[in-house]
T-cell receptor
Framework: DAGVIQSPRHEVTEMGQEVTLRCKPISGHDYLFWYRQTMMRGLELLIYFNNNVPIDDSGMPEDRFSAKMPNASFSNLKIQPSEPRDSAVYFC??????????????FGPGTRLTVL | GDSVTQMEGPVTLSEEACLTINCTYTATGYPSLFWYVQYPGEGLQLLLKATKADDKGSNKGFEATYRKETTSFHLEKGSVQVSDSAVYFCALSAPMYSGGGADGLTFGKGTHLIIQP
């Protein structure tokens, strides 16, 4: 399996622009997670999906952030409008999932976002 | 809420030295505990995990034991190599039936490990 695929790997944009980050989970995995990594706050869970349905979006920082999972093979995270403080590495992860908390999450390589 | 505390480093050791990275947690119910490793420019990879008290996770010479009485999951290795240089994250997930967030992971801040030849 190719693992979790994220695109783009790097994104540089200007403040106010819309940014879309993409993720393809491992085939057969029921759960998909979006995380953000910054020096100040470390790794934070933003939102996760089970069977394409958003389960918990309490980590999404503001209304400027939105995420969708239109099918089992794809999810996107949008920031509109983007701000310099959104600069971070965004990771997507997937897992088989059971609700028991024991399953391993498999991470993509991340998208490094820089907002100027 | 759930939280994980780990030494942030950087931790610098010589090759073949013994390693311990401390990790303690607070959580509702009975969490599963994980160590993930991140090499430069890459995503996180699972290093080892333990899903119940007194379980020991092990992989690539690394070990960690789930200690419920001390709420700890310290990472150890007897002899480190230069290739072990990376950032190590301790994490937990608490099951939904105990009030946790299902499989969403709560991470520590990460420990940057540098091994010198």
């Amino acid at each position: 399996d190719a693992g979790v695929i994220q695109s783009p790997r790097h994104e540089v944009t200007e403040m106010g622009q819309e940014v879309t980050l993409r993720c393809k989970p491992i085939s057969g995995h029921d759960y998909l997670f979006w995380y953000r990594q910054t020096m100040m706050r470390g790794l934070e869970l933003l939102i996760y999906f089970n069977n394409n349905v958003p389960i918990d979006d309490s980590g999404m920082p503001e209304d400027r952030f939105s995420a969708k999972m239109p099918n089992a093979s794809f999810s996107n995270l949008k920031i509109q409008p983007s701000e310099p403080r959104d600069s971070a590495v965004y990771f997507c992860a997937s897992s088989l999932g059971s609700g028991s908390g024991t399953d391993t999450q498999y991470f993509g390589p991340g998208t490094r976002l820089t907002v100027l | 809420g759930d939280s994980v505390t780990q030494m942030e480093g950087p931790v610098t050791l010589s090759e073949e030295a013994c390693l311990t990275i401390n990790c303690t947690y607070t959580a509702t119910g009975y969490p599963s505990l994980f160590w993930y490793v991140q090499y430069p420019g890459e995503g996180l990879q699972l290093l080892l995990k333990a899903t119940k008290a007194d379980d020991k996770g092990s992989n690539k010479g690394f070990e960690a034991t789930y200690r419920k009485e001390t709420t700890s999951f310290h990472l150890e290795k007897g002899s480190v190599q230069v290739s072990d240089s990376a950032v190590y994250f301790c994490a937990l997930s608490a099951p939904m039936y105990s009030g946790g967030g299902a499989d969403g992971l709560t991470f520590g801040k990460g420990t940057h490990l540098i091994i010198q030849p």
